[in-house]
């Protein structure tokens, strides 16, 4: 996996302005608690290199990258310090160029068609769109969409917890990036725990999950017909009959022969079933790639390695 696929799996990128080198190691912890192994850490302050070299002094699987980079030779210590991707907040041809030249991973400021064809000129499919707020926010970016399919973005400034959802299932937003996962004030008061909270519930909102569907075995067609009409008798939420199985109100599935789960299964939609999988994976749980599906060459469904509580467990892609 390189460089742009983690932080596209990972779908946030922390923007961490940093006065004092000794919080380094403490914010990149309260992200690791959180969930995140990422951080963007800008170069706005004169402690930014030292914090780069502690982070990855002491966390070495951090994926760790320099913001606010405008110069090359602020690209060039970051990158001796350990960074392993740089941002600019706007087009800087020559940062673009030696970071293309040097094989280090750029994501530079574009928010207009020109910026984005120069970008495309060094052959960038992953482009910063900052400040999102200011330039358009979701809707400019499903505008730029339109002739540039092939462009995905970051969106910062201007994102936090409040609209992070209206960007969280968008297919032309490759992750979104912010201080809002790591606010300044958090950091000069210590408050580390702050950083943990808005990154999980960061995370819940970009995975999105929710309940889709319930699923019971049943052994054929006549026992799932007649569970289905038992259902439908007691709620009234109708029946839609289907090749393997019946839906009742879209909520329950009464399959036609006994299918994955002791019991059945339980589907969980998601934004993002590549994200999703990553995220599970952090966190104990793989998935049976020999049931996936897709459609248009995307992933669309695919069931957990594990049962829980009888119930297999089956992702579906919103």
Not at 5 to 27: F, H, K, Q, S, Y
Not at 157 to 162: F, P, Q
Not at 231 to 256: C, M, P, Q, R, T
Request: aromatic share 8%.
């Amino acid at each position: 996996m390189n460089v742009l696929e983690r932080i596209g799996l990972a779908g946030l990128v922390p923007v961490v302005v940093l006065e004092n080198a000794d919080d380094a190691t403490e914010v990149a912890e309260a992200l690791l608690a959180g969930g995140l192994d990422i951080m963007e850490i800008t170069m706005r302050t004169k402690a930014a290199i030292d914090c780069i070299k502690k982070v990855k002094a002491k966390f070495p699987f951090i994926l760790v990258g320099a913001g606010t980079v405008r110069s090359v030779e602020q690209a060039n210590d970051a990158v001796k310090a350990g960074a392993e991707f740089v941002v600019t907040p706007g087009f800087d041809e020559t940062v673009v160029k030696w970071c293309v030249d040097c094989g280090v991973a750029v994501t530079p400021g574009c928010v207009t068609p020109t910026e984005i064809e120069f970008a495309d000129k060094y052959g960038l499919d992953v482009l910063k769109f900052f400040p999102a707020n200011v330039y358009g926010g979701v809707e400019a970016l499903k505008a730029l969409n339109g002739p540039y399919k092939s462009k995905k973005f970051i969106p910062t400034g201007g994102v936090d917890l409040a609209n992070l959802k209206d960007y969280a299932d968008k297919e032309y937003v490759f992750a979104v990036g912010g201080g809002f996962l790591c606010s300044p004030s958090a950091i000069a008061a210590k408050a580390f725990v702050k950083i943990t909270d808005a990154v999980k519930q960061a995370i819940s909102i970009l995975l999105g999950f929710e309940l889709a569907h319930i699923g019971i075995n049943t052994p054929d067609g006549q026992t799932a017909m007649d569970g289905a009409l038992i259902f439908d008798k007691a709620f009234g939420l109708g029946i839609k009959e289907g090749e393997s199985s019946n839906f009742i109100g879209g909520i329950i599935e009464v399959n036609k022969k006994i299918g994955l789960g002791q019991h059945g299964h339980i589907a969980i939609r998601t934004n993002n079933i590549a994200r999703a999988i990553y995220y599970l994976g952090k966190r104990g749980f793989g998935v049976d790639m020999s049931t996936a599906k897709e459609k248009n060459g995307k992933m669309i469904a695919v069931y957990l390695k594990e049962q829980i509580s009888g119930f297999a467990i089956h992702l579906l892609q919103k």
